[in-house]
């Protein structure tokens, strides 16, 4: 190991000029040191600290004017790459065996790094910097039991943290191993408690690597092993004293000397000046940073969804193209514009990720829509109308259990938060049930449009045909009858609310071409489902007859009750149901479309367009 780096000096200072930059002495010497080294700090600005922002940069409460304006934008702090902390300027005291072994990730590399110049204190090169970094930290992993029951039934709550904690624990034990094993100086100096808060620091605070400009060619030779492609956390001094605000106008500025920090428009005399993060949800920000926003607008559900389609399925699954964009986990943003009138078609993809909707249409989709899938375009979008209100009603029921477990263990409705980290839970917690509502809110106006424009319920139907209504109630369903002929088949198969069904579809279907009834809410719906049967190839009864002889010999009894039922031949001088005397062919092929096109949803049973 080569010998420590010689103790920081600190510049001795002109008392006149001692507080030019902060009146807190070692933010001021942080600006000094990176000035030295040719980096910049706007004279405008001054670092402060407070309680509730910790270290932060706003423009000096005298500058007449602000800062900024029309122009070139005005650059508020540079820092050379010099002094930028990274794995790219390994300290020459650290060994090098570590930085080379293979079996280390690259985020354990970079935290036992920056372990070793916390440890350094003064001897290290970076001492102006490394002492002004925090103690401790807001994040989760710093939670107190207590603390932690305010994120219970959110993600965090839910196993996140003590995932993100194990796996942390992990590379420190290996990382501290290693340490032993090259014989490292100082190895059992190397605490967990002090890899918690390197680790915390990167995710507080860090520039990655690929965006600063810093490649994989700043590494000088065998410091690079494990680093292709991948990039690395890289700490930059003093420009990372801005504190996050979303939708701040800044520029970030790098070049082959340095990493600055633009504005392009003006900032007022004694404002905080803010960087921006990037699109950060709370839950991100409270796992990394330790804060949350309240209405953040950038703020998202994070969902993982694991469950696989079988058989044919699955075989269409792995054709489809938004399959290659499956993630498993994806983050849903709140639902917005809830009063606009819900389309059909695509509509569930504005709102949600593309592939999980696009999974959930394979997931629902009943026998004909995978053989339509299977027969024709794998990448048909949507399948049918009623694979589109069965997705809707599966995204429905998979957002509805994250928002009862949420909701199950909100401490915040029984006791307010009694910290600033209990806070900061609850705005976590808070926009999370914000997002999950919006999304049952959307979905719910979804079905509604659907609901008046492309189903029909058995209610409805009745409703507006009286007479087969009456018909009903004076030769009500012999259900008992008809499970007898072939026992428990036709209960399994064929419920009530269906049997009402056949009995409508092959009422409109034979009596389209003769009836021209007054226009109603179910007569519509009947004209173009019906008109739909005639002109799609297959769906009509002429064509399915050509096909089917006979109804499958398994099922005859059920299809013949029935069909006796729908004629009425056990009732002198009764009406048919159907208007013409209907056969097993006719039941069976009217069955087969019910199960093709109903959907249940709620205690209602809906056929679908």
Known sequence: MSEPAPAFKRTKLDP????????????????????????????????????????????????????????????LASCPVSLIFSLANPSPSFPVLFLESPSLSIHAKACFHLSHHLLLKEQSQFWPYIRLLPQTFDTPLYFSDDEMERLAGTNLGAGDVLLRKQLWMEEWESGKQLLEDVKA??????????????????????????????????????????????????????????N??????????????????????TISAGSQVFNNYGPKGNEELLMGYGFAIPENPADSLAMKFTISPRGQAAEIWEQRTLKQTWKEVFHLRKSVDLDQKATVGPALEVDWPEAFVDLFRILVANENEIDDLGNGDTNATPVSIRNELAVALGLKAAIKQKLAAIRKYDLSLSSPAANHREAMADIYRKGQEDIIVSKIQKLDSFLESYARESTLTV???????????????????????????????????????ELIFIMAILREYLNFKMVNKTSSRSEVFWRTFVHALYITPGMSFEDYAQLNEAADDESEGVYAAIADYCNNTEVERAQRFIGEEVNSLHISWAWGIVRAKCITVGEDTLLTL
């Open 459 to 497: 209610d409805q139907y009745l409703n507006e045909n009286t007479d087969f209504s009456q018909q009903l109630g004076q030769n009500p369903i012999p259900v008992e009858e008809l499970e007898g002929v072939d026992g428990l088949l036709y209960e399994e198969i064929v419920a009530k609310e």
């Open 185 to 242: 100086e100082r190895a059992q100096e190397y605490t967990w408690d002090i890899y918690l808060r390197a680790a915390t620091i990167y995710t507080s605070r860090s520039f990655p690597s690929t965006l600063v400009g810093i490649t994989i060619n700043s590494i000088v030779g065998k410091h690079a092993a494990g680093l292709d492609d991948i990039g690395f956390p890289v700490l930059i001094p003093l420009v990372d004293i801005l």
């Open 16 to 75: 006149e000029v001692s507080c030019r930059y902060s009146e807190h002495r070692y933010l001021h010497e942080l600006v000094e040191w990176v000035l030295q080294a040719g980096g910049h700090f706007s004279d405008a600005l001054e670092l402060y600290e407070d309680e509730e922002n910790g270290f932060s940069v706003r423009i000096k409460p005298d500058r007449n004017g602000g800062l900024g304006g029309a122009g070139e934008p005005l650059t």
């Open 244 to 265: 996050h605000k979303p939708n701040t106008k800044i520029i970030w500025e790098p070049t082959p000397t340095s990493f600055s920090l633009k504005i392009p428009e």
